[in-house]
């Protein structure tokens, strides 16, 4: 019988990561409207969102852009000095999930100043999140360094045990990286922008993001 061949190897992780100012940010406007009868506050909650959406648009947002993001109409109720609840009225909600992208010619803050500016008093904002609209040639060169890192730990590794470092046998990757999404939403009829401008819009402060990569890279050793 022959011998079983084997082959030494090694394995090793690299990581790479690169930083970016963001040109993408992601914020969530809802729109809370109270009204004594279902249909006025649907109706309410409808003109409101129809005025914020005409307010991200005239800040040059575009449709694919916003997406609505939840809706829903429930009773108000309140207790009365008996220990019976009673219907006090009803609140109609919806929110928008908004991107907000680098090159509209308007700046986040403005941007989201006009939204709630145009929604009044039953606008809320929700959170934020910053992102890369172009995250591939960032990934690129966090992949370039992960296999680098990987690859500077394997031949320490190797020169150490007094061996060679052979060709690579595996490879597995594993990326970790904000992915924007792309947003629909339906045709909406416009409504008049309110006139009103907000007296100081809270600035955005983009700050940086990070795009990593992780490798398994197993090597044969000569």
């Known amino acids: 019988m022959g ?6 190897s090694t394995t090793t992780f690299g990581r790479g990561t690169v930083r970016a100012v963001p040109d993408l940010i992601r914020v969530t406007l809802s729109v809370e409207s109270r009204a004594d009868t279902v249909a ?9 969102v129809n005025a914020v959406v005409a307010a991200l648009r005239a800040a040059g947002v575009s449709d694919a852009d916003m997406a609505t993001s ?11 000095d008996s220990g019976r609840s009673e219907i006090a009225g009803y609140l109609a909600s919806t929110s928008l999930s908004v991107s907000l992208r680098e090159g509209t010619g308007t700046e986040p803050a403005d941007t989201v100043a006009a939204a709630v500016t145009a ?9 934020l999140t910053r992102g890369i609209a172009e995250p591939e040639p960032l990934l690129a060169q966090a992949r370039d360094a992960a296999f680098d890192d990987a690859k500077t730990k394997a031949e320490q590794y190797a020169a150490r045990a007094g061996v060679s470092l052979g060709e690579v046998m595996q490879i597995t ?8 999404r792309a947003y629909e939403i339906a045709e909406m009829d416009s409504a008049p922008m309110l006139m009103a401008r907000a007296s100081s819009p809270v600035p955005v402060v983009p700050g940086e993001t990070e795009i990593g990569a992780t490798v398994r ?3 044969a050793l000569d």
């Open 217 to 219: 890279v197993t090597w």
């Open 119 to 127: 929604g009044g008093d039953d606008v809320r904002l929700g959170g």
């Open 40 to 48: 006025a506050a649907y109706g309410r909650a409808g003109d409101r």
């Open 173 to 180: 990757e594993d990326i970790a990286t904000p992915m924007p």
């Open 3 to 8: 011998k079983k061949s084997w082959q030494a």
């Open 70 to 80: 939840g809706l829903s109409v429930r009773t108000e109720t309140v207790y009365t």
